[in-house]
């Protein structure tokens, strides 16, 4: 079991440096300096502008099932979660991009890295997809891109994601990437009325197999 230690543990000098290097860690977890670039796919930092694009993911409950947010059904909606997602950034705990298409310039779904861990140099990951894009092999593309990039340069040691044992396919997508399943965690969450059972899945840097084709 990895044990990760908190800087307030830590006391006098020793604790100083420990607390400096968490505050020079933090910006590098939740800043993307680069658009990430795929055959068909631009990786980037989320905008207001996105909203609009993002409104035809997020108002489709088919999309939103498995998720742990109502449908969007209207653009207050969408401009309350944005508003999070900038909270989420000014302290420095997550991390949200957008999958844009190329060819059209639209944007077809998110990636978030999230509940960041800087002592243990660690994130959870989450996704959504454009039920108009699904099966198209989009969001494996992208992940694809992001995975080592988050290792490499923002450095992480350990990314974790959560995945409803109803979703098959969100768990057939991570298991090829190369993430190992680590366990069944029953009646997890709560949410919309029902409690959910729940997989979770881990990989390491340097650790997950080469993703298969």
């Not at 977890?29 to 502008?49: S, V």
């Not at 057939?172 to 919309?192: A, I």
Request: contains cysteine.
């Amino acid at each position: 079991m990895q044990i990760c230690y908190h800087p307030d543990l830590f006391h006098g000098i020793g604790g100083i440096l420990w607390r400096n290097f968490t505050a020079m860690l933090l910006p590098m977890l939740t800043t993307l300096d680069t658009t990430l670039t795929t055959a068909r796919l631009r990786l980037r930092t989320i905008t207001e502008h996105d909203l609009v694009d993002l409104y035809q993911v997020f108002s489709d409950d088919e999309v939103t099932y498995f998720l742990p947010y109502i449908t969007w059904t209207d653009m207050l909606a969408a401009k309350s979660w944005y508003a999070r997602v900038l909270d989420d950034a000014a302290a420095r705990s997550a991390l949200q991009l957008v999958l844009e298409e190329q060819a059209s310039g639209k944007v077809i779904g998110t990636i978030i890295l999230f509940r960041f861990d800087a002592e243990c140099a660690r994130a959870e990951l989450g996704y959504a997809l454009n039920r108009e894009y699904w099966h198209g092999g989009y969001m494996r593309e992208a992940l694809q891109a992001l995975l080592p990039h988050a290792f490499n340069e923002l450095g992480l040691h350990r990314i974790e994601a959560e995945v409803d044992t109803r979703n098959a396919p969100s768990a057939k997508l991570l298991r090829s990437l190369g993430f190992n399943e680590e366990g069944l965690m029953r009646q997890r969450w709560k949410m919309k009325g029902e409690y959910k059972d729940t997989w979770f899945f881990g990989m390491l840097a340097g650790g997950g197999e080469q993703a298969k084709s």
